[in-house]
């Protein structure tokens, strides 16, 4: 059958275009991708919009367990609802090229994303260099490799958009030790830390 990669815009339900809506009311099953960004919304209030069930897709699902809806993709129609845009996170472009190896078909429906939202801040979209992502820092990880980025783009006179970095779901190492996940609380980066 098919899978539909559905970009949902950057607010609430109602930031989907016509073509995703009706796509997601076509659908056998309905996943929401919950760690590359955040929708402004319930899933509850999501799922009512919608009137279909939605399984939440959680970075292990994403990242490594996602063979189980690619099967499902094969007999049924299947909705992978992303926050902005599909193609906007390299683990998407990842599920679409496993798509392609398994021979499902995929259907992408662009929307909004930060990218193209940029511009409202007041700077000019074509004045942006390449793209930063800033991670928490841990006792013995601390990449620099987003530094070069931005003094790069400032080099150039170029603008840079930073993504501060969200931890959802993320288990602790001593649980990963013990093969039984415990979950820290959501982490989400504010302006101050990443400018730490």
Same mark, same amino acid.
């Given at each position: 059958?098919?899978?539909?990669?559905?970009?949902?815009? $950057?607010? @609430?339900?109602?930031?989907?275009? =016509?073509?995703? &809506?009706?796509?997601?009311?076509?659908? @056998?099953?309905?996943?929401?991708?919950?760690?590359?960004?955040?929708?402004?919304?319930?899933?509850?209030?999501?799922?009512?919009?919608?009137?279909?069930?939605?399984?939440?897709?959680?970075?292990?699902?994403?990242?490594?367990g996602c063979t189980q809806m690619i099967e499902?993709?094969?007999?049924?129609?299947?909705?992978?609802?992303?926050?902005?845009?599909?193609?906007?996170?390299?683990?998407?472009?990842?599920?679409?090229?496993?798509?392609?190896?398994?021979?499902?078909?995929?259907?992408?429906?662009?929307?909004?994303?930060?990218?193209?939202? &940029?511009?409202?801040?007041?700077?000019? =979209?074509?004045?942006f260099g390449e793209i930063v992502s800033i991670?928490?820092?841990?006792?013995?990880?601390?990449? %620099?490799?987003?530094?070069?980025? !931005?003094?790069?783009?400032?080099?150039? @006179?170029?603008? %840079?958009?930073? $993504?501060? @970095?969200?931890? !959802?779901?993320?288990?602790t190492l001593e649980s990963l030790a013990r093969?039984?996940?415990?979950?820290?609380?959501?982490?989400?980066?504010?302006?101050? !830390?990443?400018?730490?």
């Amino acid at each position: 059958m098919v899978l539909h990669m559905i970009g949902l815009g $950057l607010s @609430d339900e109602k930031d989907i275009s =016509v073509k995703g &809506m009706e796509a997601v009311q076509a659908s @056998d099953k309905v996943y929401l991708e919950m760690y590359t960004a955040i929708l402004m919304i319930s899933n509850e209030r999501l799922a009512e919009f919608f009137g279909k069930e939605i399984v939440v897709a959680d970075r292990d699902f994403v990242e490594s367990g996602c063979t189980q809806m690619i099967e499902e993709a094969k007999s049924q129609v299947v909705s992978f609802l992303v926050v902005g845009d599909p193609f906007c996170a390299t683990t998407h472009t990842d599920l679409y090229l496993r798509c392609a190896e398994s021979g499902v078909q995929v259907n992408v429906i662009h929307n909004a994303s930060i990218v193209s939202a &940029m511009g409202c801040c007041g700077l000019q =979209v074509y004045r942006f260099g390449e793209i930063v992502s800033i991670p928490f820092f841990t006792d013995n990880w601390r990449p %620099t490799s987003f530094y070069a980025k !931005v003094k790069g783009n400032a080099t150039r @006179d170029l603008h %840079t958009l930073a $993504l501060l @970095d969200i931890k !959802v779901k993320e288990p602790t190492l001593e649980s990963l030790a013990r093969g039984k996940p415990v979950y820290m609380p959501p982490r989400y980066m504010s302006t101050k !830390v990443a400018a730490e």
